[in-house]
């Protein structure tokens, strides 16, 4: 593991990210969900791609990466920008999961591989509602941490930061910069996933015109046990 100084709208970031394969001349840059970090697609890719330098990057606020203040997707993808021109680094092709897709996207690679991405914006439950109704009209009269008992668990154990970062991430629709993607995409979705449904990646699909569409079993963290299965396709493909 290392650390890289980044520093962008008078902020500096201490990003935590790991290289493999350094001797290949190309390289893919790996992108976590949210609440995750590097490790996770560091075990599901390893072992892959061996003829490819990985970089694997724990997002600011995720893993070993600081964060100062709120920021939304896209200042994470200009942190990342300056974190892979602060390398001297183009990679030809990213990874993104969930959250980490939406920033991918924003990056225009060559080439760009989704897993579960988010995005796509999904029509809440009358609970949900409800629940945010209820938030809204009593947050004046209580504490800063009150957001705790409504939070979802996507950020349990995170601070008020991450949470008003979760506020600003969590419901962007990226149907119009879907529509608008250059790059070369092949979009992978876990048939099970509640988080981001089956339905959301076949409409990112429809949306990216170069795009390819495969669904495998799993849920939301298909990829975990199908990091094989993805090079394999990858390559039928012609990644």
């Not at 203040?69 to 200042?75: C, H, Q, S």
């Not at 999961?97 to 995005?119: C, Q």
């Amino acid at each position: 593991m290392a650390i890289k100084t980044v520093s962008l709208q008078n902020i500096t970031y201490q990003l935590s990210y790991e290289l493999l394969n350094i001797d290949n001349p190309q390289t893919i840059l790996f992108l976590h969900g949210w609440g995750s970090n590097k490790e996770a697609m560091k075990n599901a890719f390893k072992p892959c791609f061996k003829n490819y330098q990985h970089i694997y990057l724990d997002l600011p606020g995720f893993g070993h990466s600081s964060i100062q203040e709120p920021i939304g997707t896209e200042v994470y993808a200009m942190i990342v920008e300056a974190f892979l021109k602060q390398l001297g680094l183009r990679p030809f092709a990213i990874f993104g999961h969930s959250f980490g897709g939406k920033i991918a996207t924003i990056l225009k690679p060559e080439t760009l591989v989704l897993l579960s991405t988010a995005g796509i914006v999904v029509p809440k439950s009358f609970k949900i509602k409800t629940k945010i109704w209820i938030y809204k009209t009593l947050k004046p009269l209580f504490p800063r941490n009150f957001y705790r008992f409504f939070a979802t668990k996507d950020v349990e154990g995170m601070s008020q930061t991450m949470y008003e970062i979760l506020k600003k991430v969590v419901d962007e629709d990226f149907s119009s910069i879907f529509a608008l993607c250059p790059s070369k995409t092949y979009i992978f979705w876990g048939k099970e996933d509640k988080a981001t449904p089956l339905e959301s990646g076949k409409k990112i699909h429809s949306l990216i015109k170069n795009s390819h569409f495969h669904s495998l079993e799993g849920d939301h963290f298909f990829f975990l046990k199908n990091g094989k299965n993805i090079e394999k396709l990858l390559l039928e493909f012609g990644f």
